[in-house]
C-alpha cells in the first residue's frame, strides 16, 4: 500500500461508520477504520479494521497500545496516512489514537497539506473522564494546527454537508469551507489554511 496516496475521506471508529454506511459510494471514495473485539469465548485476538483488511492485535481497546499499533501499521505502509477529510467522535478511543498516530507520522512523512478533521458531537461529553482526555487530544490537534470543524446538525442531515466538502474541496483557504457550510462549526485552525489540490 502507497502511504502517500491522497484518499478522500476516512470514517474514523466505529460510531461514523455505522452512522455513514451508507454514504459509501463513488462520490464519498470513503475509507473505514474499525475497532473488532475477539469473541471473548475464541482464541481469536480483536482485530483492527481498515475497509476489508482485518489486522489482528493483542491491543485491548486502550489509548497508548492503539496509537503504537497505528504508528507501526502506517511506517509499514499498511495503513495510509495521508486523507482530505476525516469524520469521527473524538471520544472513541479508537479515533484519539488513530490522530495520535498521524501527528506521530508526520514527524517523517512530509505533508505540503493538512486533513481537515469533522467531528460528529462527542457522544461521551457527560463524561469527566472523557473531558480531560478530549482537552488533551485537543491540545496536541492545536499544537501541529490541525483544521478541525465540528458538525452540529443533525446526523440524518450530514450527507449533505459532506457533499458540499467535495463539491468545495479545491478552495484555497479553510475558513471559505465554513462560510459557506450551514450546521458545521469552527473549532480549531490556523487563520489560513492550504487545501490539498485536486
Known amino acids: ?12 471508529g466505529n460510531r461514523a461508520a455505522n452512522v455513514f454506511k451508507s ?38 481497546y486502550e489509548f497508548e497500545c492503539l496509537k503504537d499499533h497505528f504508528v507501526s501499521l502506517i511506517h509499514s505502509n ?3 496516512s495521508s486523507f482530505k477529510l476525516i469524520v469521527g467522535d473524538p471520544s472513541e478511543l479508537i479515533y484519539q489514537a488513530f490522530c495520535s498516530a ?3 507520522a508526520q514527524l517523517y512523512i512530509q505533508q505540503d497539506y493538512q486533513e481537515i478533521h469533522l467531528w460528529l458531537y462527542p457522544m461521551g461529553m457527560t ?42 474541496f479545491k478552495t484555497s483557504e479553510i475558513y471559505e469551507l465554513i462560510e459557506k457550510m450551514d450546521g458545521v462549526e469552527f473549532l480549531i485552525c490556523k487563520k489560513k489554511v492550504n487545501l490539498i489540490d485536486g
Not at 1 to 12: G, R, V, W
Not at 32 to 52: C, G, M, Q, W
Not at 142 to 166: A, T
Request: glycine content about 0%.
Open 1 to 12: 500500500m502507497n502511504s502517500s496516496k491522497i484518499n478522500q475521506i476516512l470514517f474514523l
Open 23 to 60: 454514504s459509501d459510494d463513488d462520490h464519498f471514495k470513503a475509507n473505514y477504520i474499525t475497532y473488532k473485539p475477539a469473541n471473548p469465548f475464541s482464541e481469536l485476538n480483536n482485530l483492527i479494521v481498515y475497509n476489508k483488511l482485518e489486522f489482528e492485535t493483542a491491543c485491548e
Open 127 to 168: 463524561s469527566l473522564d472523557i473531558r480531560k482526555e478530549l482537552s488533551q487530544f485537543i491540545f496536541e490537534l492545536k499544537k501541529n494546527e490541525i483544521p478541525v470543524l465540528l458538525l452540529r446538525k443533525p446526523i440524518n442531515e450530514s450527507d449533505e454537508i459532506l457533499k458540499s466538502f467535495y463539491l468545495i
Open 78 to 80: 499498511k495503513l495510509p
Open 102 to 104: 498521524l501527528m506521530e
